[in-house]
T-cell receptor
Framework: GQSLEQPSEVTAVEGAIVQINCTYQ??????LSWYQQHDGGAPTFLSY????GLEETGRFSSFLSRSDSYGYLLLQELQMKDSASYFC????????????FGQGTELSVKP | DAGITQSPRHKVTETGTPVTLRCHQT?????MYWYRQDPGHGLRLIHY???????DKGEVSDGYSVSRSKTEDFLLTLESATSSQTSVYFC????????????FGPGTRLTVT
């Protein structure tokens, strides 16, 4: 099966850089996804890493290392609107179209 | 934004009553999912569908059933609601072979008293 672990909370100041880690245990998977969810809202897709390395999308970057069973989401130039929960997710081999989500990291951005 | 809606958006019901939640999409996507979200548990998959009349269980399927008679509609039924099913329910869709990118509906807040 698959399991993913994330820190439950992270706090950072506006303008800073923050890294949200995701460690996983899985027998094999296609890639690692990241989702953002603002309080009271629906999750929205942020990024996907199929291969090892860094993927950059504006202020957000995501990294995957299969050999280390580890990934992270990097948020740069933090803004107050980045305060939200962030979830990593994997789709394992032989899991059909299912995604398994981590329990989420609540990011608080302080002025 | 992906065309996905959920109804109702809020519902309060009593223990033991049946409840049906509806998810409707206009994207013609093959895959549809039902999740529940509770504090400290993230998003947990209840059931999903990979085509009309094709469904499969997720990790927390007990007490829930689903049906998909049309591509655009995916129904979640609680046959006899219990207080433990008080939660926020999200529907999601994805195309292709069930991709890593899912689009979520706005959610339904269900309270079972």
């Amino acid at each position: 099966g698959q399991s993913l672990e994330q820190p439950s909370e992270v706090t950072a100041v506006e303008g800073a850089i923050v890294q949200i880690n995701c460690t996983y245990q899985t027998s094999g998977f296609y890639g690692l996804s990241w989702y953002q969810q603002h309080d009271g809202g629906a999750p929205t897709f942020l990024s996907y890493n199929a291969l090892d390395g860094l993927e950059e999308t504006g202020r957000f970057s995501s990294f995957l290392s299969r050999s280390d069973s580890y990934g992270y989401l990097l948020l740069q130039e933090l803004q107050m609107k980045d305060s939200a929960s962030y979830f990593c997710a994997v789709r394992g081999y032989n899991q059909g179209g299912k995604l398994i989500f981590g329990q989420g990291t609540e990011l608080s951005v302080k002025p | 934004d992906a065309g996905i809606t959920q109804s109702p958006r809020h519902k309060v019901t009593e223990t033991g009553t049946p409840v049906t939640l509806r998810c409707h999409q206009t994207e013609n996507h093959r895959y549809m999912y039902w999740y529940r979200q509770d504090p400290g548990h993230g998003l947990r998959l209840i059931h999903y569908s990979y085509g009309v009349k094709d469904t499969d269980k997720g990790e927390v399927s007990d007490g829930y059933s689903v049906s998909r008679s049309k591509t655009e509609d995916f129904l979640l039924t609680l046959e006899s609601a219990t207080s433990s099913q008080t939660s926020v329910y999200f529907c999601a869709i994805s195309g292709g072979d069930g991709s890593y990118e899912q689009y979520f509906g706005p959610g339904t807040r269900l309270t079972v008293t």
